[in-house]
């Protein structure tokens, strides 16, 4: 069956570090993948899509890469701040849909 | 522009009792969405609409029902509330289907059902 995975844990990391969050995914075969960011009692926000024919796709201090071998995403922000402290979710299509599945997300904490 | 707006933002219901979520969007999109969301499982799709006056059912339809009369509009109603149907609702929006299929969330309904 098709699945998404992304760490369940919290990725504590130190203020100014890059943090690198992982999207995995099974039984898919993606033509896009989406992050979002998603703060406490809020509703989800977009960040970046990206295509399954681009390697990599910047936005400010974020970086996502899509690697279609490996059927994973990462998704980097770097020189990190206390304010990136939220949920990141990865979501993807299901080839032919321009609805996306949602992964569970993973919570980044930036401790100052 | 207010973006998308959910009523309510809280509301606790007793089982077997009724309600509708409104959801609402000044962004003139044509997709609307409602999901839940459950601590562990993420964003689950319920029901969609792809226009006014068109529903299509998600991952997780059973005890639901919707309604989009207008386009800016989608309604999700619960005929008989569950303990299970407890949960985070979100509702959402886009443009049609066009690159980069942004959604647009709105706050969220925290529903409790005792």
């Known amino acids: 069956s098709q699945k998404i995975e992304q760490n369940s844990e919290a990725l504590n990391i130190q203020e100014g570090k890059t943090a690198t969050l992982t999207c995995n995914y099974t039984n898919y075969s993606p033509a896009y993948l989406q992050w979002y960011r998603q703060d406490p009692g809020r509703g989800p926000v977009f960040l970046l899509l990206i295509r399954e024919n681009e390697k990599e796709k910047r936005k400010e201090r974020l970086k996502v890469t899509f690697d279609t071998t490996l059927k994973q995403s990462l998704f980097h922000i770097t020189a990190s701040q206390p304010a990136d402290s939220a949920t990141y979710l990865c979501?993807?299509?299901?080839?032919?849909?321009?609805?996306?599945?949602f992964g569970r997300g993973t919570s980044l904490i930036v401790h100052p | 522009n207010a973006g998308v707006t959910q009523t309510p933002k809280f509301r606790v219901l007793k089982t077997g009792q009724s309600m509708t979520l409104l959801c609402a969007q000044d962004m003139n999109h044509e997709y609307m969405y409602w999901y839940r969301q459950d601590p562990g499982m993420g964003l689950r799709l319920i029901h969609y609409?792809?226009?006014?006056?068109?529903?299509a059912k998600g991952e997780v339809p059973d005890g639901y029902n919707v309604s989009r009369l207008k386009k800016q509009n989608f309604l999700l109603g619960l005929e008989s509330a569950a303990p299970s149907q407890t949960s985070v609702y979100f509702c959402?929006?886009?443009?049609?289907?066009?690159?980069?299929?942004?959604?647009?969330f709105g706050p969220g309904t925290r529903l409790t059902v005792t």
């Open positions: 959402a929006s886009s443009y049609e289907a066009v690159l980069p299929y942004e959604q647009y």
């Open positions: 609409s792809v226009g006014e006056g068109t529903t």
């Open positions: 979501a993807l299509d299901g080839r032919g849909s321009y609805i996306p599945t």
